[in-house]
């Protein structure tokens, strides 16, 4: 008994460390293959912008007699920055995209919010057919859209306003933004309306005082996601707007510095740099709330 | 302060599946009512339409005196406390407290005076600037109930609030939702699976099944005198045993045959309860603390014996369960521990007729 005992720990020993040992170099596979794939990947995603910084940099002349690896700036300067920021043209592309995105941001918000609480918190009839249908909408492109909606704006006399920028935006953005919420707010227990409607609260009180502050993460996601869209539209005022002092950034950067064939190519860059930079330092900010709406009614907790 | 009223009270989902049927209950003014039952027994569904968190499909509740069916929940001057607590995450302990007299309205000093008051009674004043994220699921508790203290509402509604706890909590928990009670005296109408807190916390206990009231009544007399064979089964733990057997008179005495070598007579007072249905095969029923080892000198009248196999024994510490098998029916006594039992040895036991019940098969209801 006693050997057979003491013999069996030795026994089953070896097995088990050459399990660990290969459970460690899986894990150490593992690795390697996810630095190796993010690697390539940051590579890939981050050359195009890395090239535009590298040619907003350029002076026009070394942009149109490049002389080995384009790659490299050899007589750095900030010449195509002032150009833009000193523009009032530009400066005026600027405010219109603020402008049309802070609007369309709020008229997004207040639609989704509404229409994602009563979705999923008031059983009515035809409510599930509508939230399906609200995702539905969001698969329409708006590059088939366009064609309609400017029958539309043009019967409204909104062609060459932003108004009518802020009117369409909505289509892009409420939708998705509708669907965040739903799925956010189903994931607020039902126990806590019930104590809200106990302790003497109106759908109206329930929704500012309960579920507007615990679906906080969630609206900043669908709000990132609304500013996003429609700070980086394109298709729609491409359409819509044809008078420089109504064009948000995305189209006045391209239509102003591309002067039939002449491409104003450091200005070009430059002006596309400035104009990604707020996303980028909106999401820098607010990256972890997006991450937290987005999953949220994907599992629940 | 208020009592409650619940007549022909029915709910009716769509389809047709009814989960109450008819019920009638009245609760007085101060009184701490349990609805106990199993999962599906409808004690949720009637609570919630007390509440006015469900529609009532047919008959009419009322408190106070005052018809509520077509009132909403906010109007109802109820408080309810749920079995996941349901606080705001967002908000302090004491805006968890405050948000009902807020939206009523009340006067600031109003809520600090009766936010503090409820702090004090529960001993959770050193919480009360805390997030209901930092509170343990006990402290948390408290913060619900604490929402309804301060709403000093006509009824408390309890909807299985201790089912989120661990035992030791639990059982604490229980204590304290009973101090309470004690403390403010509002009616309260309290829902639960477990019959160990039904019978420790209820003045009345309200024993349902499958949408229908089964008994109502006091702890004591649920145990002692229940009605039904489901409310004999529930109330107890470990449940009572159900044997098969007949009622065969012979010679003005009434015996149990169990089988051919158990025969059990019936004490004397009750053969005059039982002579109509000699002859019938029914259900005996007796809990298994009254099936007990056979003591020297007990000459009790009405006591019974015979020999079983334990199969199982379980040394509980306070007492010993035995359980064996007759006929397919598990069987379960109860022991002093002090006595040595072994599992396969054939033992001698007690069994105290005054205790017994019989049970009709056809009808489930006790004789």
């Given at each position: 008994m006693m050997s057979a005992s003491a013999a069996s720990p030795s026994a089953v020993l070896p097995g088990v460390a050459r399990k660990v040992g290969s459970l460690r170099k899986e894990r150490r596979w593992a690795l390697i293959t996810a630095y190796v794939s993010l690697v390539v990947a940051a590579i890939v995603m981050l050359a195009p912008p890395f090239y535009m910084l590298i040619t907003s940099l350029k002076t026009s002349a070394e942009i149109s007699n490049p002389v080995g690896t384009p790659w490299i700036v050899r007589n750095p300067t900030l010449e195509n920055y002032w150009a833009l920021i000193s523009d009032p043209m530009f400066r005026g592309f600027f405010f219109n995209s603020i402008k049309i995105t802070a609007a369309v941001v709020c008229v997004t918000m207040v639609i989704s919010v509404l229409a994602a609480f009563s979705l999923a918190r008031m059983k009515f009839f035809g409510s599930g057919l509508l939230a399906t249908g609200v995702f539905l909408t969001y698969l329409v492109p708006d590059t088939l859209l366009f064609i309609p909606l400017y029958q539309i704006v043009g019967g409204l006399g909104l062609l060459n306003s932003i108004w009518g920028l802020v009117l369409v935006y909505p289509t892009l953005t409420v939708p998705f933004c509708t669907w965040i919420m739903i799925g956010y707010f189903a994931s607020i227990p039902k126990e806590l309306d019930e104590a809200a409607l106990i302790d003497g609260a109106n759908w109206m009180q329930m929704l500012t005082k309960i579920f507007i502050p615990v679906a906080l993460p969630g609206i900043i996601a669908a709000t990132i996601f609304a500013f996003t869209v429609s700070w980086a539209a394109f298709v729609y005022p491409?359409?819509?707007?044809?008078?420089?002092?109504?064009?948000?950034?995305?189209?006045?950067?391209?239509?102003?510095?591309?002067?039939?064939?002449?491409?104003?190519?450091?200005?070009?860059?430059?002006?596309?740099?400035?104009?990604?930079?707020?996303?980028?330092?909106?999401?820098?900010?607010l990256m972890d709330y997006y991450i937290a709406g987005l999953t949220a009614g994907a599992t629940k907790g | 302060m208020a009592q409650v009223s619940i007549r022909k009270v029915v709910k009716e989902y769509e389809g047709g599946v009814q989960a109450v049927k008819g019920i009638n209950l009245e609760i007085d003014d101060h009184e701490f009512v349990v609805l106990v039952g199993p999962s599906g027994c409808g004690k949720s569904t009637t609570l919630r339409m007390i509440a006015g968190l469900e529609e009532i499909s047919g008959g009419e509740i009322a408190i106070g005196g005052g018809v509520v069916n077509d009132i909403p929940p906010r109007d109802r001057d109820i408080a309810m406390v749920f079995q996941n607590y349901a606080l705001y995450p967002h908000m302090s302990v004491y805006d968890n407290m405050a948000f009902g007299l807020m939206l009523r309205k009340f006067p600031k000093e109003e809520i600090r005076r009766r936010v503090e008051n409820a702090a004090q009674i529960l001993d959770i004043k050193v919480l009360l600037d805390r997030k209901p994220k930092a509170l343990s699921g006990g402290q948390r508790q408290r913060v619900a109930m604490g929402r309804a203290i301060v709403r000093d509402p006509k009824v408390f509604l309890f909807d299985e609030p201790l089912s989120n706890l661990d035992a030791k909590l639990r059982v604490q928990m229980r204590t304290e939702i009973k101090k309470v009670h004690q403390t403010v005296k509002t009616t309260t109408v309290y829902v639960t699976h477990d019959q160990v807190e039904a019978m420790t916390l209820a003045d009345r206990v309200v024993v349902m099944n499958h949408g229908v009231i089964e008994q109502v009544g006091p702890p004591q007399e649920l145990y002692h005198h229940p009605q039904t064979k489901f409310v004999a089964g529930f109330i107890g733990s470990p449940a009572m045993n159900f044997i098969p057997t007949r009622l065969v008179e012979t010679s003005g005495a009434l015996n149990l045959e169990l089988s051919s070598d158990i025969v059990l007579p019936i004490p004397e007072d009750?053969?005059?309860?039982?002579?109509?249905?000699?002859?019938?095969?029914?259900?005996?029923?007796?809990?298994?603390?009254?099936?007990?080892?056979?003591?020297p000198n007990d000459h009790r009248p009405g006591l019974a014996s015979f020999h079983a196999t334990p199969e199982v024994v379980e040394p509980m510490g306070a007492e010993t369960l035995l359980h064996f098998w007759k006929d397919g029916h598990e069987i379960c006594a109860k022991f002093d521990p002090g006595v040595a039992v072994e599992p396969g040895v054939r033992t001698p036991m007690a069994i105290d007729m005054n205790r017994m019940h019989l049970i009709d098969p056809k009808t489930d209801r006790v004789l």
């Open positions: 491409t359409a819509f707007i044809t008078r420089p002092d109504e064009m948000p950034l995305t189209i006045g950067v391209v239509s102003q510095l591309i002067r039939g064939d002449t491409f104003a190519w450091g200005q070009l860059m430059a002006g596309a740099l400035l104009a990604a930079l707020p996303p980028v330092i909106v999401y820098a900010f | 009750r053969i005059g309860r039982y002579k109509a249905h000699a002859g019938r095969e029914l259900l005996f029923g007796i809990r298994p603390e009254h099936m007990t080892e056979v003591r």
